[in-house]
C-alpha cells in the first residue's frame, strides 16, 4: 500500500511539474513532417473529417491540418504561409453588398460573355455574311483574351489600390464599346469595338468582382462567389430574349445601345458598393510576379484552367449556330443560349454552396466530369435532336457554371487574399491565350469538317478529359491519393 501511495504522489508530482512548465510556455519540439514533393510537406493527418464551418477559427482554416492548402508548405514560393491566418466578417451588411455590389457588375460583365453566340450569329448573317467562321471568331477571341490577359495589371493594381477607380474606368469603357458596337459594320470596326475596348472593359469589371470577395468571406467564399457570379448567367438568359425582341422591332443599333443603358445602370450603382477591406501586403507592387509559378500546384492549377476555358468556349460561341446548322429555327437557336445559361444559374449557385463543404478541387473535378458526359454523350449522338440539344444545354450550363464560379475558389486557397488579385489575374492572364486560340481553332475544325460539328465537338470533349487529368494531379500532389480527402 505505502508503495502504491508513494507512486500516485509521484505521479501527481510530475502532473504538477508538466502543468507548471506549460504555464511558463514551454512548447514541445516540433514533429518532423513528412515529405510530399520537392519543396512541399504537409501535416500528419488523422482521419477525413467532414467540413465544418465551425472549424473556421482565427490562425485555422480545417479541423485536418493535411485536407487545407494552407497547411501546404512551400518555403520558395509560398510566402502567405509565414502569415498570421486573417479574420473575415463571413457575413454581414457590409459583406453582403459587396456580394451585391459584384452581382450587378457582373450582369453586365459576365452575362454578355455569356451572349457571345447571340452576337456571333447575327453578325455573320448580317453585317458580316461574306467572312467564315474563323474569321468572325477572331473578334470574339480577340474579346476574351483582353477579358483575361489584361487582368496581369488589373489584379495587382487591386490589391494595392482597391477596386474603386478599376470599376469606374470599366462602366465608362465597357457602354462606350457597346455605343459603338451599334454602329459597326465592317470587320476591323467589330475588332477595335468589341474585341479590344469591350474585352479590356469588362477585364476592369471582372477581376475586382471576383478579388473583393475574397477580402469579405474565406470559410464561405464558395457559396459568396456562386452568389455573385448567378448575375452572368442571368444576364446570360434575359440578355438573348431582350435582343431576340429588340432585333425584330428596333433593329441591332437600337438593340445594342438600349444593352449599352442597362450596362450603365448596373455598373454605376456597383461603384458605390464593391470595396476592399485588407491593406495591402508588404512591398505590393502593381507588376506582374511570375516567380509565383514555382508553385507546383499553382502552375498545373493555370494548366487545368487553360484546358477547362479552352473547351468551354467553343459551346458558348457555336451553340447557337449548330442549331441553325441542324434546320432549327432562329428564334430557337437564340433560345438554347437561355437554356444554357438558366443551367448556369444552379450550377454556379448550388455548386458553389456544395464547394465549400466538399472543396473547391473536388467539386471542380466533379463539375467537369459532368460537362464531359454532356459532350461526348448527349450533343455528340442526340444533339441533332431538339430534346437532346435542351438536355445538352442544360446539363452543360450547369457544369461549366459552376466551372466558372469555383475556379476563383480554388485560386483562392493558394495564396494570401492580400495577394488574391495577382494570383488569380496571374492565372488568367495565361488563360487568356485559350481563349484566344480555342474559337478560331475550333472554326477551322469546322471548316475542315465542310460544316460537320462532329469534329469540333469531339476536340471539345477531349479537351475536357485534359482538364480533367491536370486537376487530379494537383489534388495527388497535395493531399495524395486520398479520394475522400477535402481539397
Same mark, same amino acid.
Given at each position: 500500500?505505502?508503495?502504491?501511495?508513494?507512486?500516485?504522489?509521484?505521479?501527481?508530482?510530475?502532473?504538477?511539474?508538466?502543468?507548471?512548465?506549460?504555464?511558463?510556455?514551454?512548447?514541445?519540439?516540433?514533429?518532423?513532417?513528412?515529405?510530399?514533393?520537392?519543396?512541399?510537406?504537409?501535416?500528419?493527418?488523422?482521419?477525413?473529417?467532414?467540413?465544418?464551418?465551425?472549424?473556421?477559427?482565427?490562425?485555422?482554416?480545417?479541423?485536418?491540418?493535411?485536407?487545407?492548402?494552407?497547411?501546404?508548405?512551400?518555403?520558395?514560393?509560398?510566402?502567405?504561409?509565414?502569415?498570421?491566418?486573417?479574420?473575415?466578417?463571413?457575413?454581414?451588411?457590409?459583406?453582403?453588398?459587396?456580394?451585391?455590389?459584384?452581382?450587378?457588375?457582373?450582369?453586365?460583365?459576365?452575362?454578355?460573355?455569356?451572349?457571345?453566340?447571340?452576337?456571333?450569329?447575327?453578325?455573320?448573317?448580317?453585317?458580316?455574311?461574306?467572312?467564315?467562321?474563323?474569321?468572325?471568331?477572331?473578334?470574339?477571341?480577340?474579346?476574351?483574351?483582353?477579358?483575361?490577359?489584361?487582368?496581369?495589371?488589373?489584379?495587382?493594381?487591386?490589391?494595392?489600390?482597391?477596386?474603386?477607380?478599376?470599376?469606374?474606368?470599366?462602366?465608362?469603357?465597357?457602354?462606350?464599346?457597346?455605343?459603338?458596337?451599334?454602329?459597326?459594320?465592317?470587320?476591323?470596326?467589330?475588332?477595335?469595338?468589341?474585341?479590344?475596348?469591350?474585352?479590356?472593359?469588362?477585364?476592369?469589371?471582372?477581376?475586382?468582382?471576383?478579388?473583393?470577395?475574397?477580402?469579405?468571406?474565406?470559410?464561405?467564399?464558395?457559396?459568396?462567389?456562386?452568389?455573385?457570379?448567378?448575375?452572368?448567367?442571368?444576364?446570360?438568359?434575359?440578355?438573348?430574349?431582350?435582343?431576340?425582341?429588340?432585333?425584330?422591332?428596333?433593329?441591332?443599333?437600337?438593340?445594342?445601345?438600349?444593352?449599352?443603358?442597362?450596362?450603365? $445602370?448596373?455598373?454605376?450603382?456597383?461603384?458605390?458598393?464593391?470595396?476592399?477591406?485588407?491593406?495591402?501586403?508588404?512591398?505590393?507592387?502593381?507588376?506582374?510576379?511570375?516567380?509565383?509559378?514555382?508553385?507546383?500546384?499553382?502552375?498545373?492549377?493555370?494548366?487545368?484552367?487553360?484546358?477547362?476555358?479552352?473547351?468551354?468556349?467553343?459551346?458558348?460561341?457555336?451553340?447557337?449556330?449548330?442549331?441553325?446548322?441542324?434546320?432549327?429555327?432562329?428564334?430557337?437557336?437564340?433560345?438554347?443560349?437561355?437554356?444554357?445559361? $438558366?443551367?448556369?444559374?444552379?450550377?454556379?449557385?448550388?455548386?458553389?454552396?456544395?464547394?465549400?463543404?466538399?472543396?473547391?478541387?473536388?467539386?471542380?473535378?466533379?463539375?467537369?466530369?459532368?460537362?464531359?458526359?454532356?459532350?461526348?454523350?448527349?450533343?455528340?449522338?442526340?444533339?441533332?435532336?431538339?430534346?437532346?440539344?435542351?438536355?445538352?444545354?442544360?446539363?452543360?450550363?450547369?457544369?461549366?457554371?459552376?466551372?466558372?464560379?469555383?475556379?476563383?475558389?480554388?485560386?483562392?486557397?493558394?495564396?494570401?487574399?492580400?495577394?488574391?488579385?495577382?494570383?488569380?489575374?496571374?492565372?488568367?492572364?495565361? $488563360?487568356?491565350?485559350?481563349?484566344?486560340?480555342?474559337?478560331?481553332?475550333?472554326?477551322?475544325?469546322?471548316?475542315?469538317?465542310?460544316?460537320?460539328?462532329?469534329?469540333?465537338?469531339?476536340?471539345?470533349?477531349?479537351?475536357?478529359?485534359?482538364?480533367?487529368?491536370?486537376?487530379?494531379?494537383?489534388?495527388?500532389?497535395?493531399?495524395?491519393?486520398?479520394?475522400?480527402?477535402?481539397?
Amino acid at each position: 500500500m505505502e508503495n502504491e501511495k508513494r507512486t500516485d504522489m509521484s505521479i501527481m508530482s510530475d502532473a504538477k511539474e508538466d502543468t507548471a512548465r506549460h504555464g511558463q510556455g514551454e512548447k514541445s519540439a516540433p514533429e518532423t513532417q513528412p515529405e510530399c514533393g520537392a519543396g512541399l510537406t504537409f501535416s500528419p493527418s488523422a482521419e477525413a473529417e467532414p467540413y465544418s464551418s465551425n472549424t473556421y477559427e482565427k490562425g485555422r482554416t480545417n479541423s485536418d491540418p493535411a485536407l487545407d492548402i494552407g497547411n501546404l508548405t512551400d518555403n520558395s514560393a509560398s510566402p502567405y504561409l509565414d502569415e498570421e491566418e486573417e479574420d473575415y466578417p463571413e457575413g454581414g451588411k457590409r459583406a453582403w453588398l459587396v456580394v451585391l455590389g459584384s452581382w450587378l457588375a457582373l450582369f453586365s460583365a459576365l452575362g454578355i460573355m455569356n451572349i457571345l453566340a447571340t452576337f456571333q450569329t447575327y453578325v455573320s448573317k448580317h453585317q458580316l455574311a461574306n467572312y467564315d467562321a474563323s474569321a468572325i471568331g477572331w473578334i470574339f477571341s480577340l474579346y476574351t483574351f483582353a477579358c483575361f490577359f489584361l487582368g496581369i495589371y488589373v489584379g495587382p493594381i487591386f490589391d494595392k489600390y482597391g477596386p474603386r477607380w478599376l470599376v469606374a474606368a470599366g462602366t465608362v469603357g465597357l457602354v462606350a464599346s457597346l455605343m459603338c458596337l451599334s454602329v459597326c459594320k465592317e470587320y476591323y470596326q467589330f475588332i477595335l469595338a468589341f474585341g479590344v475596348l469591350s474585352g479590356a472593359s469588362t477585364s476592369l469589371l471582372f477581376t475586382p468582382s471576383i478579388a473583393a470577395i475574397g477580402h469579405f468571406f474565406k470559410a464561405r467564399r464558395g457559396v459568396a462567389t456562386g452568389i455573385a457570379s448567378t448575375a452572368g448567367s442571368l444576364g446570360g438568359v434575359i440578355f438573348p430574349l431582350m435582343l431576340e425582341s429588340l432585333f425584330a422591332k428596333v433593329g441591332w443599333a437600337w438593340s445594342i445601345r438600349i444593352l449599352g443603358f442597362i450596362c450603365l $445602370v448596373l455598373n454605376v450603382a456597383a461603384n458605390f458598393l464593391i470595396r476592399s477591406r485588407l491593406p495591402a501586403a508588404q512591398k505590393a507592387s502593381v507588376h506582374p510576379d511570375f516567380h509565383i509559378f514555382k508553385n507546383l500546384p499553382f502552375a498545373l492549377t493555370v494548366l487545368a484552367v487553360f484546358l477547362l476555358e479552352f473547351a468551354l468556349f467553343i459551346p458558348l460561341t457555336y451553340i447557337s449556330s449548330y442549331a441553325l446548322s441542324k434546320g432549327f429555327s432562329e428564334s430557337f437557336s437564340f433560345q438554347v443560349l437561355t437554356y444554357l445559361n $438558366v443551367g448556369s444559374v444552379f450550377g454556379r449557385l448550388l455548386v458553389g454552396y456544395w464547394a465549400d463543404y466538399v472543396g473547391a478541387f473536388n467539386a471542380n473535378m466533379i463539375s467537369v466530369s459532368i460537362s464531359i458526359v454532356a459532350t461526348l454523350a448527349i450533343w455528340l449522338p442526340a444533339g441533332h435532336t431538339k430534346p437532346g440539344l435542351i438536355i445538352y444545354a442544360l446539363l452543360f450550363g450547369f457544369s461549366s457554371g459552376s466551372n466558372i464560379s469555383l475556379t476563383p475558389v480554388a485560386v483562392g486557397k493558394l495564396c494570401r487574399t492580400q495577394e488574391y488579385g495577382r494570383y488569380y489575374a496571374t492565372c488568367y492572364t495565361i $488563360v487568356a491565350i485559350a481563349c484566344l486560340i480555342g474559337v478560331p481553332i475550333a472554326g477551322r475544325i469546322l471548316v475542315a469538317n465542310g460544316g460537320d460539328y462532329w469534329g469540333l465537338i469531339t476536340c471539345t470533349g477531349c479537351i475536357y478529359v485534359g482538364c480533367l487529368c491536370t486537376f487530379q494531379a494537383v489534388k495527388v500532389i497535395s493531399v495524395g491519393w486520398n479520394l475522400r480527402a477535402i481539397f
